[in-house]
Structures are given as C-alpha cells and as structure tokens.
C-alpha cells in the first residue's frame, strides 16, 4: 500500500469508528442515521400529541420510571400482576398447549400462536395493574406493542452450552423500542434469569467493540464481507464478553422466588438471555414494545395480532 492509500485507509476507519460511536451516544442504536432521525422525529410528535391528548404539559414520574431513563433497566411487581402471572403460569402448565423449538438455541421453546390472543385477559389486566402507566411515564407519550414472544427454557443436557441470545449481545435496534419481559415464573441465576449492563456500560463495552471490530478488519486488511453474519456475530459477542470480564464490569440479574416480576430494558443495553441450570425452567413473555402517536385503550392495544414476524423485527 502506498503512503498516500494508507493515510486515506486510516482516516476512514477512524472515521467510521467515529460515525458508529456517534449513533450510539445520541440515538442509542447503531443503525443507519437517517432512520434514527426518523424515528426520532416520530417519537417528538408522539410526545406532543399524548401531551395535547391528556392536556398536561409537565408529566410526574414513579421511582420505576426514573430508575428506568437513568440506567436503561428496571423491575418491579405488584400483588395483581403476581395473581395474573400464577394463573398465566397454570394456564401454559396445561398439555394441551403446543410449544415449538426456538430457532435461536438448544433448550429453549416458543409458544406456537399468537401469546397475546391467547392471555389477553391476563395481560390486560397486568397491563392495567401498572405496565401501561409505566410505559407512558418512561415514553411521555402512547405506545404499541411490536411482537410479543412466550418463551419457556428448560436445559435438560448438562453438556449443553450457552449460545445465540444467551451470549452478551445488543438487538441492534432502533434506540426508542424497548423490550418488557414479563417474567411468568420465578427467576434467578438458577433458572437463567437475564442478566443486564446499565447503559452507562453499556456504552463503554460497544465503544470499546466498534474499535476493536473495525481495527481487527483494517489491520488484516481483509472485509466484513467475506465472512458470515454468524461468524461476525461470533467476534462481536466474543469482543464483549471480554471488556466485561477484564473490566469486571457490574451486571443486573433479578432474584425473585414468586410469579410476577415486570424486567424492561432498552434493546441495546447490552444484556444476555437466561441459560438454566440442569432440571430448572423458566417461563416468560418477551414483548418488543415503542412509542406512539396513536392513543388507545389497553383492550384495543392487545385486539391486534403481536406475532413475530420479519417485517416487525
Ligand atoms: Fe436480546
């Protein structure tokens, strides 16, 4: 390469490095700016709009929802939302119930319908018992739900290993969705309850990956483009879990011994799935959920149809 090329090969990396920290630190996400800004410049309407609908311009917030915008993650509970989930929890105990294998790991089953059709009455009242007033107070603004997933995990194999979203990783999501478990069994590090940075590390460890990501392709002089998505996924996830490890970087994990606990976080906080220990199982929904101009009831919100799919990923 000659001096001229190299000078120019450095300046791009460096800038790209620059660009992709850029998008983290203002619109928490990685994706393209463009599409950022957009959803940005949505979610400013959506504001305005829930202002002017509930005719309050300056809006309170619970403890929950403060813990929430500082750290990007919080829990809680209530006696109704654990009445709700013990009845979800029997419910789904039921053998008539058709479970289909996750895609995205070895011990792990996907409820095969529609969760939202199934628990309607359950969640609307869960919703109800403090979830939607929740999600207002941290979007100050509606909202609508993305996709709901009902995932029960179970590790029978002791030489299975954690993979897929069991490693540390991000969704790569646009910065104003979230993801609200709620968690229909116990949870603890036993039964592989999901581990979670605050986004002030959060932000460290993806700074610290797009360096080290981009520098590994400059310095072999070689492409993103000639290795797989699974194989630059393998590097990334490998990237962090080694900055939390030599960091000893602090994480979240809940432990509660009843039905019932509310998890939500935003989707790129870094943060690991579950992997359970041998004969322990965990049940939870996992619903991908951002804000909205549209104001609607909580019955209305869940009589549309929250299933996965490519569109709405
Ligand atoms: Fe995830």
């Known amino acids: 390469m000659t001096k001229i090329n190299f000078r120019k090969f450095i300046l791009i990396n460096v800038f790209s490095i620059f660009r992709q920290k850029l998008r983290l630190f203002i619109f928490r996400s990685p994706i393209e700016e463009i599409v950022s800004l957009k959803s940005f410049i949505k979610y400013v309407k959506a504001k305005l709009i829930y202002r002017f609908h509930i005719r309050r311009f300056v809006l309170k917030k619970s403890k929950n929802s403060k813990k929430f915008i500082n750290s990007g993650y919080v829990t809680f509970t209530n006696k109704n939302i654990h009445k709700e989930c013990i009845k979800i929890f029997k419910k789904l105990n039921d053998k008539n119930v058709a479970w289909l294998d996750n ?92 581990k979670c940075l605050s986004w002030k590390d959060s932000l460290k460890v993806h700074f610290y990956t797009i360096s080290e990501f981009t520098k590994s392709f400059a310095l072999n002089n070689s492409s993103k483009n000639k290795k797989s998505k699974k194989d630059l996924r393998e590097m990334k996830v490998n990237l962090m879990a080694k900055y939390i ?59 549309q149809t929250h299933l996965k799919t490519n569109f709405n990923q």
Not at 148 to 161: A, E, G, Q
């Open 103 to 194: 895609v995205n790991d070895k011990i792990s089953l996907s409820y095969n319908g529609d969760p939202s059709v199934f628990l309607k009455g359950e969640l609307v009242n869960i919703f109800k018992s403090g979830v939607d007033k929740f999600l207002k107070e941290i979007f100050e603004s509606d909202y609508k739900i993305i996709y709901h997933v009902l995932i029960k995990s179970n590790n029978n194999n002791s030489k299975t290993k954690p993979s897929g979203s069991m490693l540390w990783h991000s969704d790569g999501r646009r910065g104003t969705r979230i993801n609200l478990h709620i968690c229909h069994s116990y949870v603890s590090n036993e039964n592989g309850a999901m």
């Open 245 to 303: 490890k030599d960091n000893s970087i602090n994480y979240f994990q809940p432990k509660t011994n009843k039905s019932g606990l509310i998890y939500a976080f935003r989707n790129n906080n870094i943060h690991c799935g579950g992997f359970p220990k041998v004969g322990n199982e965990r049940i939870i929904s996992i619903l991908n959920i951002e804000p909205s101009s549209e104001q609607t009831t909580v019955e209305e919100k869940f009589s």
